[in-house]
């Protein structure tokens, strides 16, 4: 840099009554802290959405810490998202709490650092004498116009989100270490503090990489930082710049050698597509920081065909219009250069030439979010030239207040699936995704009718979708329509899906489906497939267990359910159905143990005493038998397997008249136990033996 500033403290950053001390860095974090708790109050229970089933829920690399080389290689630029996914599951399992306390957590360190950095700001521009007012109560606001704006909901309460969250919160970070190393350097020249400061940069810099992919702009948001707030006049340390620049392209060449960065995400639209709609998608994230009305998850946003569209030349005319203002204003407006700067910089890696999955998404509005923190400062400098600050500050009060309502509002449609996709539903009406994951969520509350509805009105939309086909299958199956599960899950694999959980889950549908038709082999095929796709499928292991248990292979079955146990040592039917297994190869001590640990995990589980009373009868204890039937039957009275086993009992003791009753029973509830006729005739000629009936 050219000059070196003198430390300098203009009238707008001094103490005044001690409102400076009120809102300096102790008490505003704490409002910081209370105001967004407040607003994300009603999310902590959220239900996981969308993508949290992919990179949660059935994703078995961060159902342990013991595969931590798998998450690197698998996830190498979200490494510590994933590895924070791992530690909560660790801690809690899949229990949401966990995961939206660390998501909000990390929503608030972003604030404040907003807040630090927005302090710094106004401090450079007014020693420059760029900005003039009463500027004490800007970084306070700022950063509670940060954490309170609505359209931050989506990359705080989406759990899968904190990837963009984590990544603003060192990209935030980085820039604001930077910017105090550089500032030290042009006030004191203190090289320690300066080294120190530009340490910490790089390492936030380098945490960043390491959890999502957006940090690639930050080299150019450093020399942004240089240029604009450091820089006095046209001024301007071009070594430092082209050193950055430098950085920046050796290191993001080294990154697509390497693989770690992915220039495609799964685009289903052409290039030329992704590239002709981004400008009217960048106008649409401009309204919605400036009027956060009718968000949606999933937008169906129409796909501009060419470049020479009506609508993409305009906005495209508009964007240019912005980047010539922010040049035009760098001498005269900084703050407000900066932040058209900022904008558009942090915007490119996901709304520029690449192409991804989606053209548009809220949560990528996180980050650029800060450029619109900046306004406030703007707003209050020039305010006061009509207004008094109390009025300002009033004001500005009620905006932040209103940004909360609507924050605590819009967590209300994330609270479960069935409220968020009825939203998108209601606003993307002729999209097929919605209906497909209401429908899922209807499903998974039983309302099997209405999910039915709603996969037909996804497939009448999108004949294509794998998905659908799916998702109707397991409806069908576990609605007793085998056939009609086998035909959908058939053609779903006409479509793969692009994820290997995904295509798991229809071969475990399709295997479901013929094991209830007893076709057990092709069942055994179709798991086996599953579990080939997703290894830490519970699901796909139980039925196999199942299977194998059908077929007589009992040592198989004990190893699947042994597989389930240690994934879910509660899982009370593995438990039981081991049990069987371990009966059925006579060994009865390693049954009993299995059936013992079911009924102690749930008492009321009549199955495990049937199967109990079974192996007592095996080993000839009739008492604690008809004790373990007994219990069965005083939950489950019209069981027809206790009452059989407990006539059997009954016969076994002499007590053949209640041993009729209970085989009479048993066949009234059950007409077609043969075993329980069979019975009943052996206890009546013996009744009839010792001369007690006619």
């Given at each position: 840099m050219g000059k070196r500033h003198k430390e300098v403290r203009g009238p707008e950053i001094q103490k005044r009554g001690g409102a400076w001390t009120l809102f300096s860095l102790g008490p505003g974090l704490l409002v910081i802290a209370i105001a967004g708790v407040i607003a994300y109050s009603n999310s902590f229970l959220a239900t996981f959405h969308?993508?949290?089933?992919?990179?949660?829920?059935?994703?078995?690399?961060?159902?342990?810490?013991?595969?931590?080389?798998?998450?690197?290689?698998?996830?190498?630029?979200?490494?510590?998202?994933y590895l924070s996914f791992a530690f909560n599951h660790r801690i809690g399992g899949l229990n949401v709490l966990g995961y939206h306390v660390i998501n909000v957590l990390l929503h608030l360190g972003c604030g404040f650092f907003v807040f630090l950095l927005v302090r710094r700001i106004v401090e450079i521009l007014s020693s420059q004498g760029r900005l003039r007012g009463d500027l004490r109560y800007a970084p306070l606001f700022a950063a509670l116009v940060f954490v309170l704006h609505p359209v931050q909901t989506q990359a705080v309460t989406y759990i899968v989100q904190r990837?963009?969250?984590?990544?603003?919160?060192?990209?935030?970070?980085?820039?604001?270490?930077?910017?105090?190393?550089?500032?030290?350097?042009v006030v004191s020249g203190k090289v320690r503090n300066r080294v120190a400061f530009f340490w910490l940069s790089a390492l936030a810099g380098l945490m960043g990489l390491l959890s999502k992919e957006t940090i690639l702009t930050l080299p150019f948001a450093l020399l942004f930082v240089d240029s604009f707030l450091i820089a006095s006049g046209k001024t301007f340390n071009w070594k430092f710049g082209l050193g950055l620049l430098l950085l920046f392209l050796a290191f993001s060449l080294a990154m697509i050698r390497l693989n770690l960065v992915s220039l495609e995400d799964a685009p289903t639209i052409s290039q030329i597509k992704y590239i002709s709609t981004q400008p009217q998608v960048i106008l649409t994230y401009l309204r919605l920081a400036i009027l956060p009305y009718n968000q949606n998850l999933d937008y169906d946003f129409r796909i501009a065909q060419s470049p020479f569209e009506v609508g993409t030349l305009v906005s495209l005319g508009a964007i240019i219009f912005l980047v010539v203002l922010a040049v035009w204003l760098f001498n005269r407006e900084r703050l407000i250069s900066f932040g058209i700067a900022w904008f558009l910089l942090v915007l490119l890696p996901e709304s520029s030439i690449l192409p991804l999955a989606d053209v548009i998404f809220e949560h990528r509005m996180y980050l650029p979010m800060f450029a619109f923190s900046l306004g406030v400062v703007v707003l209050m400098a020039r305010l006061q030239r009509i207004t008094s600050q109390n009025m300002i500050v009033m004001s500005l009060m009620v905006v932040v207040v209103i940004l909360g309502y609507l924050t605590f509002e819009r967590n209300k449609v994330w609270s479960d699936e069935v409220t968020l996709w009825g939203d998108v539903v209601s606003k993307s009406p002729a999209k097929a995704r919605g209906y497909n994951n209401r429908g899922r969520a209807l499903a998974e509350t039983k309302r099997f009718q209405e999910s039915l509805a709603d996969f037909n009105r996804a497939l009448s939309i999108d004949p294509a979708n794998s998905d659908s086909y799916n998702n109707r299958a397991n409806v069908l199956v576990q609605n007793g329509y085998p056939d009609q599960a086998i035909a959908d899950c058939d053609?779903?694999?006409?479509?793969?899906?692009?994820?290997?959980?995904?295509?798991?889950?229809?071969?475990?549908?399709?295997?479901?489906?013929?094991?209830?038709?007893?076709?057990?082999?092709?069942?055994?095929?179709?798991?086996?497939?599953?579990?080939?796709?997703?290894?830490?499928?519970?699901?796909?292991?139980?039925?196999?267990?199942?299977?194998?248990?059908?077929?007589?292979?009992?040592?198989?079955?004990?190893?699947?359910?042994?597989?389930?146990?240690?994934?879910?040592?509660?899982?009370?039917?593995?438990?039981?159905?081991?049990?069987?297994?371990?009966?059925?190869?006579?060994?009865?001590?390693?049954?009993?143990?299995?059936?013992?640990?079911?009924?102690?995990l749930q008492p009321t589980y009549g199955q495990a005493y049937v199967n109990r009373g079974i192996v007592w009868t095996l080993k000839g204890d009739l008492q604690r038998a008809e004790a373990d039937f007994n219990s069965c039957l005083a939950s489950l009275p019209r069981n027809a397997e206790a009452l059989y086993r407990r006539g059997v009992v009954r016969f076994r003791k002499g007590d053949l008249q209640r041993a009729v009753s209970d085989f009479d029973q048993a066949l009234s509830i059950n007409p077609g136990l043969t075993s329980a006729s069979i019975e009943r005739e052996r206890a009546l000629k013996e009744l009839q033996r010792r001369g007690r009936v006619n």
């Amino acid at each position: 840099m050219g000059k070196r500033h003198k430390e300098v403290r203009g009238p707008e950053i001094q103490k005044r009554g001690g409102a400076w001390t009120l809102f300096s860095l102790g008490p505003g974090l704490l409002v910081i802290a209370i105001a967004g708790v407040i607003a994300y109050s009603n999310s902590f229970l959220a239900t996981f959405h969308f993508d949290d089933e992919g990179s949660i829920v059935n994703n078995p690399l961060v159902h342990t810490l013991s595969n931590i080389g798998g998450i690197w290689h698998r996830y190498p630029t979200r490494f510590l998202t994933y590895l924070s996914f791992a530690f909560n599951h660790r801690i809690g399992g899949l229990n949401v709490l966990g995961y939206h306390v660390i998501n909000v957590l990390l929503h608030l360190g972003c604030g404040f650092f907003v807040f630090l950095l927005v302090r710094r700001i106004v401090e450079i521009l007014s020693s420059q004498g760029r900005l003039r007012g009463d500027l004490r109560y800007a970084p306070l606001f700022a950063a509670l116009v940060f954490v309170l704006h609505p359209v931050q909901t989506q990359a705080v309460t989406y759990i899968v989100q904190r990837a963009t969250v984590l990544a603003a919160f060192f990209y935030l970070a980085s820039v604001y270490f930077f910017l105090e190393g550089r500032w030290s350097q042009v006030v004191s020249g203190k090289v320690r503090n300066r080294v120190a400061f530009f340490w910490l940069s790089a390492l936030a810099g380098l945490m960043g990489l390491l959890s999502k992919e957006t940090i690639l702009t930050l080299p150019f948001a450093l020399l942004f930082v240089d240029s604009f707030l450091i820089a006095s006049g046209k001024t301007f340390n071009w070594k430092f710049g082209l050193g950055l620049l430098l950085l920046f392209l050796a290191f993001s060449l080294a990154m697509i050698r390497l693989n770690l960065v992915s220039l495609e995400d799964a685009p289903t639209i052409s290039q030329i597509k992704y590239i002709s709609t981004q400008p009217q998608v960048i106008l649409t994230y401009l309204r919605l920081a400036i009027l956060p009305y009718n968000q949606n998850l999933d937008y169906d946003f129409r796909i501009a065909q060419s470049p020479f569209e009506v609508g993409t030349l305009v906005s495209l005319g508009a964007i240019i219009f912005l980047v010539v203002l922010a040049v035009w204003l760098f001498n005269r407006e900084r703050l407000i250069s900066f932040g058209i700067a900022w904008f558009l910089l942090v915007l490119l890696p996901e709304s520029s030439i690449l192409p991804l999955a989606d053209v548009i998404f809220e949560h990528r509005m996180y980050l650029p979010m800060f450029a619109f923190s900046l306004g406030v400062v703007v707003l209050m400098a020039r305010l006061q030239r009509i207004t008094s600050q109390n009025m300002i500050v009033m004001s500005l009060m009620v905006v932040v207040v209103i940004l909360g309502y609507l924050t605590f509002e819009r967590n209300k449609v994330w609270s479960d699936e069935v409220t968020l996709w009825g939203d998108v539903v209601s606003k993307s009406p002729a999209k097929a995704r919605g209906y497909n994951n209401r429908g899922r969520a209807l499903a998974e509350t039983k309302r099997f009718q209405e999910s039915l509805a709603d996969f037909n009105r996804a497939l009448s939309i999108d004949p294509a979708n794998s998905d659908s086909y799916n998702n109707r299958a397991n409806v069908l199956v576990q609605n007793g329509y085998p056939d009609q599960a086998i035909a959908d899950c058939d053609s779903a694999l006409r479509y793969p899906p692009p994820l290997d959980y995904q295509l798991g889950m229809i071969y475990f549908n399709r295997g479901t489906a013929y094991l209830r038709k007893n076709q057990v082999e092709r069942a055994i095929t179709d798991f086996n497939e599953a579990l080939a796709l997703s290894p830490g499928h519970e699901s796909a292991l139980f039925n196999r267990a199942i299977a194998f248990a059908a077929i007589g292979d009992y040592e198989r079955a004990i190893t699947d359910n042994t597989s389930v146990l240690q994934m879910n040592p509660g899982h009370v039917k593995s438990l039981n159905n081991r049990g069987i297994a371990y009966r059925e190869l006579g060994k009865l001590s390693e049954a009993l143990s299995d059936f013992n640990s079911a009924i102690r995990l749930q008492p009321t589980y009549g199955q495990a005493y049937v199967n109990r009373g079974i192996v007592w009868t095996l080993k000839g204890d009739l008492q604690r038998a008809e004790a373990d039937f007994n219990s069965c039957l005083a939950s489950l009275p019209r069981n027809a397997e206790a009452l059989y086993r407990r006539g059997v009992v009954r016969f076994r003791k002499g007590d053949l008249q209640r041993a009729v009753s209970d085989f009479d029973q048993a066949l009234s509830i059950n007409p077609g136990l043969t075993s329980a006729s069979i019975e009943r005739e052996r206890a009546l000629k013996e009744l009839q033996r010792r001369g007690r009936v006619n």
